[in-house]
């Protein structure tokens, strides 16, 4: 029903930014970002509501901004003041339908930082 198309990882300095993006593809509703670093469980990054409303971890607030064109069903990740421990593969996530609701998945995107 909905596919996730993810972009804009790669490779930045410490201290630098990038910008993600997904592309959802199908009707959706709550959208957001994860990140799972080698060894580690899959932690929310921060999601946006189809009506505006963020939460985002601790540890990125004040650095990290999301943010959604619902004419282009896309959601955006801006990402600043990277550090080395923000290293991780990225994935999009979206929630579409009620009863049930269904969880959807990009299938990542890399993002290393560097000392």
């Known amino acids: 029903q909905v596919q996730l198309v993810e972009s804009g990882g790669g490779l930045v300095q410490a201290g630098g930014s990038l910008r993600l993006s997904c592309a959802a593809f199908g009707s959706i509703n709550t959208m957001g970002w994860y990140r799972q670093a080698p060894g580690k469980q899959r932690d929310l990054v921060a999601t946006?509501?189809?009506?505006?409303?963020?939460d985002y971890a601790d540890s990125v607030k004040g650095r990290f901004t999301i943010s959604r064109d619902n004419a282009k069903n896309t959601v955006y990740l801006q990402m600043n003041s990277l550090k080395p421990e923000d290293t991780a593969v990225y994935y999009c996530?979206?929630?579409?339908?009620?009863?049930?609701?269904?969880?959807?998945w990009g299938k990542g995107t890399l993002v290393t930082v560097s000392s």
């Open positions: 996530y979206a929630k579409a339908g009620l009863r049930p609701a269904i969880n959807y």
């Open positions: 946006i509501t189809s009506g505006g409303s963020t």
